[in-house]
Structure formats: C-alpha cells, structure tokens
C-alpha cells in the first residue's frame, strides 16, 4: 500500500516531536521502501503556513505530523 509513495514529515517544533517522526518514517521507510521528505513549522505556537502545507501537498502522497514534549 505504501511501496513507492512519499511520506512527508511535518514536524511542529515542539521538544522531540522530530524524534517521534523520524523514528516512524525509518521503521516505514525499511519496510515499504518509501522515500521521506521533512519539512519544519517555524513555531509550535502558531499555525503552519499556508505555503508550507501547499508545497509538502504537492510533494507526498501521506504526510505524518505530532506533538511531543
């Protein structure tokens, strides 16, 4: 279902959230063979730019985002 596809990684900034992504795009990536592709928020206290949802939309089939602390 994932083989081929791209995953994006929308990390938010907060403390570990791109410890928390990285680890399920390598575990996703060995065992479908996706490619990923990360793109940072500037700040986890405000909303994602419209140009950066836009870009990552246009990029990848599946984008995974979190919170961590």
């Known amino acids: 279902m994932l083989a081929g596809k ?3 990684l929308l990390d938010n900034r907060k403390p570990n959230a ?6 399920v795009a390598e575990r996703l990536a060995a065992r479908t063979g996706t490619e990923v592709v990360r793109r940072d928020n500037k700040n986890a206290a405000i909303p994602c730019e419209d140009q950066v949802l836009e870009g990552i939309a246009k990029e990848v089939e ?3 985002t979190g919170t961590a602390d």
């Open 62 to 64: 599946i984008v995974l």
């Open 18 to 23: 791109d410890v928390v992504l990285e680890h």
């Open 6 to 8: 791209k995953i994006g």
